[in-house]
């Protein structure tokens, strides 16, 4: 018997959905894909129609029913409704030769003394003719593949491809923070949050093999707050569900309060699309504790597509690598997890290497020209 996945809504949801469904902007496919869950849904709210109903009722295959549920479940709604992009890895390169030549090489003689045409004797001269890639050699039975065989690895992050005057602006403003010395009064704090699907049902991370009859459900999400010192060596993580203003308020006065009691000024930096840091101080706390912590700190952004830049990005990057790429079942599975990784990965100070020399150097075509 195949695992299977529960759809639970919440009212919020099926609002979403009913409005993406009834919609006359919504494309054909997505308005589709919305009723296909509104009719799964098995909260008080919904029919919970099994997939055979929903796929006889709306013409899709069950499969695509089944499918569609897994994703909502596993990946959230928007990537259930939406559809995946491939990655684009740019243009080939032109080849002086082209796959034309192969038709006439094929129905030529062969050459080195052989009687007709083989797959190795056919690929060796399609390589030396400059329309086909040599294939790299196997390894063998036993030895690891060498790094740059196989498929083309996930890429975290990217850089712009053309002049970018904002980016060099960001980007030369952290790196000035970079190199200040360590001060006890005027830290240097990195801050950013990710968020992790809960998945009730689970068979615990590590991606091991779905256990036959296992039924998955969602079960919310789970925030993950992360704040680093680099110069200190100081990681500080928190866990709760999901990120809000109260909790990001919460987290930055316990920081501030607990651990840099004596600080004058708090150089935060923040990602691009955290711009809601001290709206969350001023929202949560009485206005008198909100401008005193405001005061505490000073802001510093990373520009867009310069996530890597963020030291804590880079931490939440290796924690999700490492630690919570299978699935989660509940918060306080999430806060072990968090918990366990932090104490097999203690952290040393980080010595950050791009200077402004290498950056105008390695990163120049982002510069932009001087209009004076």
């Known amino acids: 018997m195949a695992a299977t996945y529960r759809v639970i809504l919440t009212p919020e949801e099926r609002r979403r959905l009913d409005s993406l469904a009834k919609s006359s902007r919504t494309g054909l496919r997505t308005a589709m894909l919305a009723r296909a ?47 995946a992009v491939p990655p684009d890895f740019g243009p080939r390169p ?63 992050f990217r850089i712009p491809a053309q002049s970018d005057a904002a980016f060099v602006a960001h980007m030369e403003d952290l790196l000035g923070v970079y190199l200040l010395p360590r001060d ?8 950013d949050w990710s968020e992790k699907r ?20 969602a079960n919310g999400l789970g925030g993950i707050l992360m704040a680093v010192e680099p110069l200190a060596g100081r990681r500080l993580a928190s866990v709760s569900g999901g990120v809000t203003h109260a909790d990001l308020a919460v987290f930055l006065r316990k920081i501030l309060d607990e651990q840099y009691p004596e600080a004058r000024k708090v150089a935060l930096i923040l990602d691009y ?43 939440l990057g290796v924690l999700n690598g490492q630690r919570l790429e299978g699935r989660i079942g509940d918060l306080d599975e999430l806060r072990h997890e968090v918990g366990a990784w932090q104490d097999d990965n203690p952290m040393a100070p980080i010595a950050w290497r791009l200077s402004f020399e290498d950056a105008r150097k390695r990163l120049r075509h982002l510069y932009p020209i001087p209009s004076l």
């Open 273 to 315: 699309r955290n711009t809601h840091a001290l709206a969350a101080l001023h929202e949560t706390l009485p206005r008198p504790e909100a401008s005193r912590l405001c005061g505490l700190l000073e802001i510093h952004r990373a520009p867009r597509l310069g996530s890597w830049l963020n030291m804590a990005r880079i931490e």
């Open 198 to 217: 809960l998945v009730a049902g689970a068979p615990g991370p590590g991606g091991g093999p779905i256990t036959p009859g296992v039924e998955f459900s």
């Open 37 to 83: 869950l509104l009719l799964c849904d098995e909260s008080p709210e919904g029919p919970g129609w099994a997939s055979r109903d929903v796929g006889r009722v709306l013409g899709i295959p069950v499969r695509t029913a089944d499918g569609l549920k897994r994703r909502l479940v596993e990946d959230g709604m928007d990537r259930a409704l939406g559809r």
């Open 94 to 156: 032109p080849r002086p030769g082209g796959p034309s030549e192969a038709l006439p090489l094929a129905s030529s003689g062969p050459t080195q003394a052989r009687a007709r045409w083989t797959a190795s004797l056919l690929g060796s001269n399609a390589v030396e003719l400059s329309f086909a890639d040599p294939c790299p050699p196997s390894p063998g039975p036993g030895v690891p593949a060498s790094p740059g065989s196989g498929p083309p690895r996930r890429r975290y």
């Open 184 to 191: 006890p009064l005027f830290p240097v704090l990195c801050l």
